[in-house]
């Protein structure tokens, strides 16, 4: 039901949003938002999820390395345990999908990250890479780790988490500063 609700509110937004401009009586275009106004209701939005701060430590096996994932207050940056990487996020539709993917999976639990896992045949010990998060909505705490495979099981994720994963990658990888 939730899911509906929150479905119904995104289309009446973007049918108001997309309506044609009105105009004055010398045919002029009068605007009732400006952009600065769209994206500030958008964040609304976002924030109605309650999230005050989260901090997500991500550990990538392939290069050994942990990267941290800070948003507080609006702001997401990003910093490497190991190495010298910092990165702060100022771009809001980046801010945004971080957010709607947290509030998907971790505080409203709306979708499932595994959608399928099974006993294995093959055994194929490795070292998988994890999400460990810790979210704080209003005075309650969500903590919890999630490794992205386990020994023994075929797992089969979530395309909406594969991508929430390759937004964590891409914001890493990127040459561009999502500024």
Not at 8 to 15: G, L
Not at 51 to 69: G, K
């Amino acid at each position: 039901m939730k899911c509906y609700l929150m479905l119904f509110s995104f289309i009446t937004f973007i049918i108001i949003s997309c309506s044609p401009p009105h105009r004055d009586g010398n045919n002029t275009v009068v605007r009732s938002e400006n952009t600065e106004d769209i994206v500030d209701s958008i964040n609304q939005y976002y924030l109605r999820c309650g999230l005050d701060s989260a901090v997500i430590e991500y550990y990538r096996s392939y290069d050994a390395d942990c990267f941290i994932y800070n948003y507080s207050k609006g702001a997401l940056s990003i910093k490497s345990i190991h190495t010298s990487f910092n990165k702060i996020i100022t771009d809001k539709n980046v801010v945004n999908r971080f957010i709607r993917y947290v509030d998907v999976f971790f505080i409203a639990k709306t979708q499932k990250i595994h959608l399928v896992r099974l006993r294995s045949l093959d055994w194929i010990i490795s070292d998988y890479p994890w999400l460990d998060y810790n979210l704080f909505v209003g005075d309650k705490q969500i903590h919890e780790k999630i490794s992205m495979g386990e020994e023994g099981y075929d797992i089969e994720f979530n395309p909406l988490f594969l991508d929430f994963f390759n937004l964590l990658n891409e914001m890493v990888n990127s040459k561009r500063s999502f500024n």
